[in-house]
């Protein structure tokens, strides 16, 4: 069965510290992959995309196939990063598989 | 409007009584998604829409729910007889095509008492 796990409900860093968001995923095919946000009091939108290998507010994330991840990474972590992070699975249909999110705390 | 908009904000019910969620996309957007988010949970998906046809509806968890796009823009979630399992927010997004990035409403949040 096509399935995210994000097994982090919960990550708390340091304002300045290295931020990774887990995600792995269950898929046989060739997985479209994203990273969705969705910060306090606003709706969720679009983080990146594993296709456009760009680099949204210093967020990167890598499709390794062989171990079926996709993790989210930042390198230095702001304040403002603090968020719901979901990474979600598209396998060419019209159905986009969420993961249960990890919610990121920035701490000062 | 610049995104999309779902109304009612809030809805309580009472177990038993019908509900209708309301959708409407941003202008132009071909595709349409549904999903249900329990508590704790991520969005799960319901339904999609291409235009006015429903191409996809597998994830509708009964036939006690049913959705509709009749003019391939507004659309409908309709529950039937609510139960108490229903209490979510619902969440509408529309995209251009089906492989582009989906635009999210703000949701429904549903309680069924």
């Known amino acids: 069965a096509q399935r995210v796990t994000q097994p982090e409900k919960l990550l708390s860093v340091f304002k300045g510290a290295p931020v990774e968001l887990k995600c792995n995923y269950s898929y046989s095919g060739s997985p479209e992959l994203f990273w969705y946000v969705q910060y306090s009091r606003q709706r969720l939108q679009l983080l990146l995309r594993?296709?456009s290998r760009e680099s949204i507010k210093g967020f990167t994330a890598d499709l390794n196939k062989g171990e079926t991840s996709f993790h989210l990474k930042k390198p230095f972590a702001q304040e403002e990063d603090s968020a719901m992070y979901y990474c979600?699975?598209?396998?060419?249909?019209?159905?986009?598989?969420f993961g249960a999110g990890t919610r990121l705390f920035v701490k000062a | 409007g610049a995104g999309v908009s779902q109304s009612p904000r809030y809805k309580v019910a009472k177990r038993g009584q019908d509900v209708a969620l309301r959708c409407d996309p941003i202008?132009?957007?071909?595709?349409l998604f549904w999903y249900q988010q329990a508590l704790g949970q991520g969005p799960e998906f319901l339904t999609y829409f291409q235009n006015e046809a429903q191409l996809d509806k597998s994830g509708l968890p009964s036939d006690r729910f049913f959705a509709e796009r009749p003019e391939g823009s507004v659309s409908t979630l309709k529950i039937q007889r609510t139960q108490q399992e229903d209490s979510a927010v619902y969440l509408c997004?529309?995209?251009?095509?089906?492989?582009?990035?989906?635009?999210f409403g703000d949701g429904t949040r549903l309680s069924i008492l």
């Open positions: 594993h296709i």
């Open positions: 979600a699975l598209n396998t060419g249909g019209f159905k986009t598989i």
């Open positions: 997004a529309s995209s251009i095509d089906s492989n582009q990035p989906q635009h």
């Open positions: 202008s132009g957007h071909v595709s």
